[in-house]
């Protein structure tokens, strides 16, 4: 199993422009998360999705970000436009849903830097 | 105040010395506790999950501790190497079917010196 991926792995932008993330989540998991970690805040979820459907983005922090989840192998992460203070790690999260497993797997991230 | 608090923020050990970390947590109920580690540039990964019935759990030479009464857990690590050099983090789950709303802490950096 190849793993939850994500790209790109490191993403430099200025202030002002647009920036995509995506995710490729474990193939037969129901679930996806995005997360955002810094150091001040430490692994804040942004937005879950289950069956492609987004049930919880109260994490999201404004109208700049935005999320999608086509179909159950992919999903992105929008910010626009960027700003400095988004400068973080990105992690997206995927699980299949269990009676007896609720472990999430997170892929490597994306760290993005906002000048 | 963050409801799951970690001790100590950071940490330096010798290269085959044991160390302990600490988690204090409020979330009440929970489903299960679990710690994650992290290397650097990597994503989280869990290491060990009790329930709120389990006292302590191992993984190799990782061992989790549970004391459910006084919201207490540890991470004990024996013998420890270079590769344990990583960020580790302690999360609740909440109760219930499909619960995701893990509630994390900020983590404790260890850095394992030769």
């Known amino acids: 199993d190849a793993g939850v991926i994500q790209s790109p792995r490191h993403e430099v932008t200025e202030m002002g422009q647009e920036v995509t993330l995506r995710c490729k989540p474990i193939?037969?998991?129901?679930?996806l998360f995005w997360y955002r970690q810094t150091m001040m805040r430490g692994l804040e979820l942004l937005i879950y999705f289950n069956n492609n459907v987004p049930i919880d983005d109260s994490g999201m922090p404004e109208d700049r970000f935005s999320a999608k989840m086509p179909n159950a192998s992919f999903s992105t992460l929008k910010i626009q436009p960027s700003e400095p203070r988004d400068s973080a790690v990105y992690f997206c999260?995927?699980?299949?849903?269990?009676?007896?497993?609720?472990?999430?797997?997170f892929g490597p991230g994306t760290r993005l830097t906002v000048t | 105040k963050n409801q799951v608090e970690q001790s100590p923020q950071s940490l330096i050990i010798l290269e085959g010395k044991n160390c302990t970390l600490q988690?204090?947590?409020?979330?009440?109920?929970?489903?299960?506790l679990r710690w994650y580690k992290q290397d650097t540039g990597r994503g989280p990964v869990s290491l060990t999950i009790?329930?709120?019935?389990?006292n302590t759990k191992s993984n190799g030479r990782y061992t989790a501790t549970l004391d459910a009464d006084t919201k207490q857990s540890s991470l004990h690590i024996t013998a420890s190497q270079l590769s344990d050099s990583a960020s580790y983090i302690c999360?609740?789950?909440?109760?219930?079917?499909?619960?995701?709303?893990?509630?994390f802490g900020k983590g404790t950096k260890l850095s394992v010196i030769p």
């Open positions: 009790m329930t709120f019935s389990e």
């Open positions: 193939s037969g998991h129901n679930s």
């Open positions: 988690c204090n947590y409020t979330v009440s109920p929970f489903s299960n």
């Open positions: 999360v609740v789950n909440p109760p219930g079917a499909g619960s995701y709303q893990l509630t």
């Open positions: 999260a995927s699980r299949r849903d269990g009676p007896s497993s609720y472990e999430q797997y």
